[in-house]
């Protein structure tokens, strides 16, 4: 019997972890003998453009998985071309949000299959489908969640903030519109309950792993599961491997550092895994009841990242 992963993730270092367990996993992280692959998946940064419904964090993991993204910007698709957007704007439209030809199509289909009444764990099934991911992708609830962020300057949409803005403002507070109505999606429990791995991605905890964490039953789940719990710092050296994740915990109040991404996350996890810059934080860490692994938690590439995720398979021991 092979094992069974499930990552709770997030933008692009969730992607990235995600894609290690498919090439680390046989058929590349497939259901199947009781083991495979599955995501759960942010969708507080859910957005609506011209008409469309575009959800990031779920086409970040989809189209890193479908080894289609672009690894440079570490979103969208490769080879994209942007004749729409160029005449959208021609014709008026606020372009700020950047969407690619190919990419446009990916929202022109779900948005579609939305209004249907098809549920959105449905339509994301199809797509994965139909671009060849072998992994199971869920996202965290099927209502509407999204992320609001307060500033100095007012509170803004997420990707008003995130993209629009650059995420230079300072991050006051955040809500999660949505989310105290919000049911976990199909299979979102039994991912999250059911696996021999249980691992929180290096994404930003506040924007995009609170909002996984923060569906009902959601968090219980986690910190019950009898998989192997296992929490990734975003945080090397004091500084985010990517996006604006110690900005937002200096501005909330929190420490800085893989320390201060453990407090966030003991008593949700059993094992923090720190980088090897952070190793003189692992007596900290341990000292909040976690145990630690140390280990080169930068994915550089494909190679990076798949022995990333063998070193945290070698942690399963028997159930």
């Given at each position: 019997?092979?094992?069974?992963?499930?990552?709770?993730?997030?933008?692009?270092?969730?992607?990235?972890?995600?894609?290690?367990?498919?090439?680390?996993l046989p058929?590349g992280?497939a259901?199947?003998?009781?083991?495979?692959?599955?995501?759960?998946?942010?969708?507080?940064?859910?957005t609506?453009?011209?008409?469309?419904?575009v959800?990031?964090?779920?086409?970040?993991?989809?189209?890193?998985?479908?080894?289609?993204?672009?690894?440079?910007?570490?979103?969208?698709?490769?080879?994209?071309?942007?004749?729409?957007?160029?005449?959208?704007e021609r014709?008026g439209?606020d372009?700020?949000?950047?969407?690619?030809?190919?990419?446009?199509?990916?929202?022109?289909?779900?948005?579609?299959?939305?209004?249907e009444?098809?549920?959105l764990?449905?339509?994301?099934?199809?797509?994965?489908?139909a671009?060849?991911?072998?992994?199971?992708?869920?996202?965290?609830?099927?209502?509407?969640l999204?992320?609001?962020?307060?500033?100095?300057?007012?509170?803004?949409?997420?990707?008003?903030?995130?993209?629009r803005r650059?995420?230079a403002?300072?991050?006051?507070?955040?809500t999660?519109d949505g989310?105290?109505?919000?049911?976990?999606?199909?299979?979102?429990?039994?991912?999250?309950?059911?696996?021999d791995?249980?691992?929180?991605?290096?994404s930003?905890?506040?924007?995009?792993v609170?909002?996984?964490?923060?569906?009902?039953?959601?968090?219980?789940?986690?910190?019950?599961?009898?998989?192997?719990?296992?929490?990734?710092?975003?945080i090397?050296?004091?500084?985010?491997?990517?996006?604006?994740?110690?900005?937002?915990?200096e501005?909330?109040?929190?420490?800085v550092?893989?320390l201060?991404v453990?407090?966030?996350?003991?008593?949700?996890?059993?094992t923090?895994?720190?980088?090897?810059?952070?190793?003189?934080?692992?007596?900290?860490?341990e000292?909040l009841?976690?145990?630690?692994?140390?280990t080169?938690?930068?994915?550089?590439?494909?190679?990076g990242r798949?022995r990333?995720?063998r070193?945290?398979?070698?942690?399963?021991?028997?159930?």
């Amino acid at each position: 019997m092979s094992t069974s992963v499930t990552v709770l993730a997030g933008g692009v270092g969730g992607a990235r972890l995600a894609h290690g367990f498919a090439l680390a996993l046989p058929d590349g992280g497939a259901p199947a003998d009781g083991g495979g692959l599955t995501c759960v998946v942010n969708v507080g940064d859910d957005t609506e453009r011209h008409g469309l419904h575009v959800s990031p964090d779920l086409d970040t993991v989809m189209y890193t998985l479908a080894r289609l993204n672009d690894e440079e910007r570490g979103w969208g698709l490769t080879d994209e071309s942007y004749a729409t957007l160029a005449q959208l704007e021609r014709l008026g439209e606020d372009t700020w949000f950047t969407l690619g030809d190919k990419d446009l199509a990916t929202h022109v289909v779900r948005t579609a299959r939305l209004r249907e009444g098809v549920p959105l764990s449905e339509v994301t099934a199809a797509l994965t489908a139909a671009l060849g991911v072998r992994a199971r992708l869920l996202p965290v609830t099927d209502d509407p969640l999204r992320t609001r962020v307060s500033t100095p300057s007012g509170t803004l949409a997420f990707q008003e903030y995130f993209v629009r803005r650059q995420h230079a403002d300072a991050v006051l507070g955040l809500t999660f519109d949505g989310i105290g109505s919000a049911r976990p999606a199909p299979g979102v429990l039994d991912a999250v309950t059911g696996p021999d791995l249980l691992v929180v991605a290096p994404s930003n905890p506040f924007l995009s792993v609170e909002p996984v964490l923060g569906v009902a039953g959601v968090r219980d789940a986690v910190r019950t599961s009898p998989a192997r719990r296992v929490a990734v710092s975003p945080i090397v050296g004091g500084q985010a491997v990517k996006g604006p994740a110690a900005q937002v915990l200096e501005t909330l109040g929190h420490e800085v550092s893989a320390l201060g991404v453990a407090r966030l996350y003991a008593g949700v996890v059993d094992t923090m895994v720190i980088d090897d810059a952070d190793a003189a934080l692992a007596g900290p860490v341990e000292d909040l009841g976690l145990d630690v692994i140390v280990t080169d938690t930068i994915m550089r590439g494909p190679a990076g990242r798949e022995r990333l995720a063998r070193e945290l398979l070698a942690t399963v021991g028997p159930r």
